[in-house]
């Protein structure tokens, strides 16, 4: 209990010294996060909407693969990226692991199934409702595109905002193509993950405490924003 509390007490203290080494993590996290959110959304809600309304070969096997990837755990997510881009992979040249952009493309596709099946969960009770609407105003496809994005707006808010709590939680596939490098490629869960390594639990339950605080905050933010447009 000693620990918590002390946890606790140590959270406030890295926020109101504004602790230099804390809030670099924090703000990479928060740019390998959001930037990995940012891309995957557009993708993800585009993808799912497609895949929604209209159908193609291998539909339902298409659905079952992004429906089972959603739950494809982490580590094995990093590792195929991994080798992907190892010296010996078919992208080794580009030689991204251990950058901030390698863990950035680890978390799209590790979010973007999410994303993907979420939106293709709200899209499927409405769109042909939706799409019957757009023929009678005569919509055009971006104007289509754009009434399914308005009367969808609360289902693909949860989708973000799942996808959102999955990237800036994850810690096996960041370590694994990152490698936790000081100054470099440490963000918040890699650092939980080293400080209990090295018994710093009160520091560790402090940056963990943050994490929790920065996720409420942005989605806090995400619901605002559906609330605001459903106004």
Same mark, same amino acid.
């Not at 936790?180 to 339950?205: F, H, P, W």
């Not at 942005?218 to 605001?228: M, S």
């Given at each position: ?55 193609? &070969? $291998?539909?339902? =096997? ?5 429906? !089972?990837? #959603?739950? *494809?755990?982490?580590? @094995?997510?990093? /590792? ?9 992979? &078919? $992208?080794?040249? =580009? ?5 901030? !952009?390698? #863990?950035? *493309?680890?978390?799209? @596709?590790?979010? /973007? ?119």
């Amino acid at each position: 209990m000693n620990i918590i509390i002390e946890g606790i007490k140590e959270a406030f203290r890295l926020i109101f010294s504004l602790d230099a080494e804390v809030f670099e993590v924090v703000l990479l996290s928060l740019r390998v996060s959001l930037t990995s959110l940012l891309v995957a959304g557009v993708l993800g809600i585009f993808l799912g909407i497609l895949t929604s309304k209209y159908q193609f &070969p $291998l539909k339902h =096997l298409f659905m079952r693969l992004i429906y !089972t990837l #959603m739950g *494809i755990p982490p580590v @094995l997510c990093g /590792l195929l990226v991994y080798i992907l881009f190892m010296r010996r992979g &078919p $992208l080794g040249s =580009l030689r991204l692991n251990y950058t901030v !952009t390698i #863990m950035i *493309i680890a978390q799209i @596709l590790m979010i /973007l199934p999410i994303i993907i099946g979420l939106t293709i969960n709200a899209a499927g009770e409405k769109q042909d409702k939706i799409s019957r609407l757009a023929r009678t105003l005569g919509a055009s496809p971006v104007q289509m595109m754009g009434l399914f994005l308005f009367e969808l707006r609360g289902g693909l808010v949860v989708a973000l905002v799942s996808g959102f709590s999955r990237a800036i939680s994850e810690v096996g596939a960041v370590m694994i193509v990152g490698g936790n490098i000081d100054g470099k490629t440490r963000v918040m869960t890699t650092y939980i993950s080293q400080l209990k390594g090295m018994g710093e639990y009160e520091r560790a339950l402090a940056v963990g405490i943050i994490l929790l605080l920065i996720s409420f905050v942005v989605n806090t933010i995400l619901y605002h924003f559906q609330r605001e447009k459903s106004v």
